[in-house]
């Protein structure tokens, strides 16, 4: 188990990193389902080719899901075309969600797989931890659960035109 100092994060190029290591960790760490929790997701790492192949790796096996939670997927998809190509690519794998319009609230900034979390304190000053204890892990995922029955489906795969 590792010590409480080494699961604190500091700073931006800290925070982000974190981020980056969890997901580049997806294929290894083999999670079922994965939460990304953000309100717009502008400062995660997901325009970066190796975030990419690995979620790529991560969701090619049977039954994986990732679930998203924003506020606004227009300032992802202009940050993140990467991202929203593989999500349409990968679209049997993924439900995106956003807060109902009675239920408008700041959202929190948490990444969780399987048997480890990110959390973000203070986006502001760039504060963050890791979390891995089984408890705290429950708490959050019962969170993510409660947050999610207040939410409506949001980010469609494909957008059809006339």
């Known amino acids: 188990m ?13 925070c982000i990193s974190a981020l980056r290591e969890q997901l580049l960790a997806l294929p ?3 999670p079922r389902l994965v939460w990304c929790i953000d309100p717009d997701f502008v400062d995660w790492p997901f325009e970066e080719p190796a975030v990419m192949q690995a979620l790529t790796r991560w969701a090619q096996a049977p039954g994986r899901q990732i679930r998203f939670m924003a506020l606004d997927y227009d300032q992802l998809m202009r940050r993140h075309p990467r991202l929203a190509a593989w999500r349409r690519d990968w679209s049997h794998c993924i439900q995106a969600w956003r807060p109902a319009d009675s239920e ?3 959202l929190p900034s948490w990444l969780l797989a ?5 959390e973000w304190l203070d986006r502001e ?3 963050g931890r890791r979390l891995q204890a089984p408890p705290e ?3 959050l995922e019962e969170a993510c659960d409660a947050l999610a029955q207040r939410c409506e489906p949001a980010w469609p795969a494909t957008v059809l035109g006339l």
């Open 2 to 14: 590792t010590d409480a100092r080494d699961d604190r994060l500091e700073g931006r190029d800290a």
């Open 28 to 30: 290894s760490a083999a």
């Open 104 to 106: 408008r609230a700041e």
């Open 114 to 118: 399987g048997g480890q979390a990110i």
């Open 125 to 127: 000053h760039w504060r």
């Open 137 to 139: 892990l429950r708490q």
